[in-house]
């Protein structure tokens, strides 16, 4: 277990902290772009509370909205010429996870004079790794990605059907104001999809990581059961405020670099998701609740240790030895049960996928990430075949 953990994102975490965004926002630039998405953020008045407090700290503020829930590189392309337009030398994220992860990709495309698709992992041999970006803060509306304290964005290419993934220092956001506020108008859909992204960001190392890291395997069994035991409140009772401040909590610690410290894992469930959203749009919570069960299940009988702790620690199961794959496969349709009774899919059918382009699913997602022996990284490193396996399981 060798690793550096680096996070220079300020995090600013406090329920009402919406009003010191001016406050914030002065120290890094003079005039802002405010990218946006759908609409929710002015039909519920929290645009017009963001841009106030900016107007009063004498910020002038320029917008880009309308970042879909599976953000466009022609939307980014759109907000980084606005930016560049505008003459703004900050970028405020107002939103989810996908306003988000396209306001960090604008804010290195100002830096660029080529496609910001070179930015983004598609396969190509060389993608263009940006070390410039104007400052970016974070204001999450939806506990999910926990985008907002990483540097990571992964964006969609609506013409190639593509969609990947982008990691890069210079993307950390200069501050995380997290206002679980923001949150309490998020509606039981898309708060059921965030809980899924939460759990499987935790999942995703806990399982494919190395071996030898117990401390970690704590910190992501806490936040699987923290997110399972609020996110269950927050659905009863969107209006209950502790609970919405502890799953967006939960959201952040998952993919701030954090719980995964060290464990070095894949992210086979994601990869895999991603391709589909990238040809149906999906959104992608209700993608991953589908595919990591169905990942689950076949990792399962590969490596039946680890998925017994699993079972054992997140649902009480008591596996008759350390590699019992009877008590492995009943946490994992217990898993997928739990996200079933919140309101997620967990069959393609759900989500009107067939099995029509399984072949290219899985052909499409090796393209764009591979091994050395052109396979999915992960435990067990999966072949063309195993995905289709994967995805036939869960039609």
């Keep these: 277990m060798n690793f550096e953990y680096y996070n220079p994102t300020r995090l600013i975490f406090s329920s009402g902290s919406l009003k010191r965004l001016g406050e914030v926002s002065v120290q890094y630039g ?8 759908g609409g ?3 039909r519920n008045g929290v645009f017009d509370r963001a841009v106030a407090s900016l107007e009063q700290a004498g910020i002038a503020v320029a917008e880009c909205s309308g970042v879909e829930p599976n953000p466009r590189i022609t939307t980014v392309r759109r907000g980084a010429r606005i930016a560049r337009d505008e003459g703004c030398d900050l970028i405020i994220a107002l939103g989810g996870g996908s306003v988000m992860d396209a306001a960090k990709v604008m804010a290195a495309a100002h830096y660029y004079n080529g496609d910001p698709w070179d930015m983004i992992y598609h396969g190509q041999p060389k993608p263009y790794l940006p070390t410039r970006a104007l400052p970016v803060i974070t204001v999450p509306t939806l506990a999910a990605t926990g985008s907002e304290m990483n540097m990571g964005a992964v964006i969609s290419n609506e013409e190639t059907c593509e969609k990947s993934f982008v990691q890069a220092e210079c993307l950390y956001p200069v501050t995380a104001l997290v206002d679980p506020e923001l949150t309490i108008s998020v509606p039981q859909d898309q708060t059921a999809y965030g809980i899924c992204d939460i759990i499987t960001h935790v999942t995703e190392a806990y399982f ?8 970690q395997d704590r910190f992501a069994e806490g936040t699987i059961l923290t997110t399972i035991q609020y996110g269950q ?3 009863a009772d969107g209006n209950d405020l502790e609970a919405r401040a502890q ?5 952040i610690v998952a993919l701030n670099g954090w719980v995964n410290a060290g464990t070095n894992g894949g992210f086979p469930v994601h990869m895999i998701e991603h391709t589909l959203s990238a040809y149906h749009d999906v959104t992608h919570g209700a993608g991953l609740a589908v595919v990591n069960p169905a990942w689950m299940r076949f990792a399962a009988r590969h490596r039946p240790e680890k998925f ?3 079972a054992e620690r997140i649902f009480g199961l008591r596996g008759k030895d350390a590699d019992n794959l009877d008590c492995a496969l009943e946490g994992i349709k217990r898993f997928e049960t739990y996200l079933h009774s919140i309101g997620c899919p967990t069959r393609l059918s759900e989500l009107k996928i067939d099995d029509t382009l399984i072949t ?7 393209r764009i990430i591979h091994d050395k022996h052109g396979n999915l990284p992960g435990r067990p490193p999966l072949s063309g075949s195993d995905i289709e396996q994967i995805l036939r399981s869960a039609l």
Excluded: E, I
């Design 30 to 37: 003079k005039r802002a772009l405010l990218v946006t998405g």
């Design 40 to 42: 929710s953020v002015k």
């Design 208 to 215: 494919n990581g190395v071996d030898g890291t117990p401390v």
């Design 233 to 235: 409140r927050a659905l």
């Design 247 to 251: 799953v967006q909590w939960a959201s």
């Design 308 to 310: 017994v702790q699993f």
């Design 360 to 366: 290219r699913y899985a052909q499409d997602t090796l």
